[in-house]
């Protein structure tokens, strides 16, 4: 049985300036993750990427078609999946560990155990030491390792992970590319992580799902057949790393038809309330 299960996924939103025209972000949209899975999302700009964790995580709903996780139909926000961002959302009034406690605290655990948990996975992101610090006293990079390890204490069992590292220079994105992947051969997460970056998506993926442009759908699911465990600066001058690079960004190439070919549907054949965008 997959651990995310997205079937025949469509939603729409007003065109803006037009009271009865509607656009398509997402259409037909279908993808399976199994679990323990790592998957990269890449696309155009524009194809639905946002739009797509937005649903995931609960926070808006489909017109049509559903989304599963472990058989069960994702109908709002839960404890079960973890969002991170590319701005790492750190409230800028709490410590590191603090931050890390916050989903902890929410969930009632008692102050030993969140003190257990968070010394826990600030050493698995390598900020033992900064416990104290608040988010202004770190890097761009460490402030990202502190957002990571906030998810991570409250045990989700999918992290949602939305260009987490496209705020940090290029040497930092490569350390924390493998620290991710160190993260994630040690937790056995199910990862769903939405990149513009070819390189990033290959090294880091046991699947890519190259999406079309609007209205977004998954055109080719890519299996990524490199040896584990893997770190991107040791895989991408491999032959087989250039295969698969070279086969993504041909498919993308592919969607560059124009922009103006969005599908679009008369206002009464949608749902009556479109919810607005979530800010993610």
Not at 156 to 177: C, G, N, S, Y
Request: net charge negative; hydrophobic share 40%.
């Amino acid at each position: 049985m997959a651990k995310i299960e997205i079937k025949n996924l469509s939603r729409t939103y007003g065109k803006k300036g037009s009271k009865t025209e509607k656009f398509y972000a997402l259409r037909d949209f279908n993808l399976s993750i199994d679990q323990g899975e790592f998957v990269t999302i890449v696309g155009p700009s524009g194809c639905g990427k946002s739009t797509l964790l937005d649903l995931l995580i609960g926070l808006s709903r489909p017109e049509t078609g559903q989304i599963l996780i472990d058989d069960k139909p994702v109908e709002g926000p839960a404890l079960d999946r973890g969002i991170v961002l590319q701005g790492y959302a750190l409230f800028p009034w709490r410590t590191v560990r603090k931050n890390v406690e916050l989903g902890l605290e929410i969930k009632g655990v008692p102050r030993k155990e969140r003190r257990e948990i968070s010394d826990h996975y600030i050493k698995l992101v390598d900020l033992a030491g900064f416990e104290n610090h608040y988010p202004y006293e770190l890097s761009g990079g460490m402030q990202q390792r502190a957002a990571i390890a906030r998810i991570l204490a409250y045990d989700p069992d999918v992290l949602l992970m939305d260009e987490p590292f496209a705020a940090v220079d290029a040497q930092t994105r490569e350390v924390m590319q493998d620290e991710l992947l160190s993260i994630w051969e040690k937790t056995g997460k199910t990862v769903l992580f939405v990149t513009h970056n070819i390189e990033e998506a290959v090294g880091l993926a046991d699947k890519v799902a190259v999406l079309s442009r609007s209205p977004g759908a998954v055109k080719e699911v890519i299996d990524i057949d490199l040896p584990r465990p893997r770190r991107i600066g040791s895989v991408r001058n491999t032959p087989d790393f250039n295969l698969l690079y070279h086969r993504v960004w041909e498919l993308l190439q592919d969607n560059r038809e124009p922009a103006g070919a969005a599908a679009r549907l008369p206002a009464e054949s949608v749902a009556d309330k479109i919810m607005p965008d979530a800010v993610l």
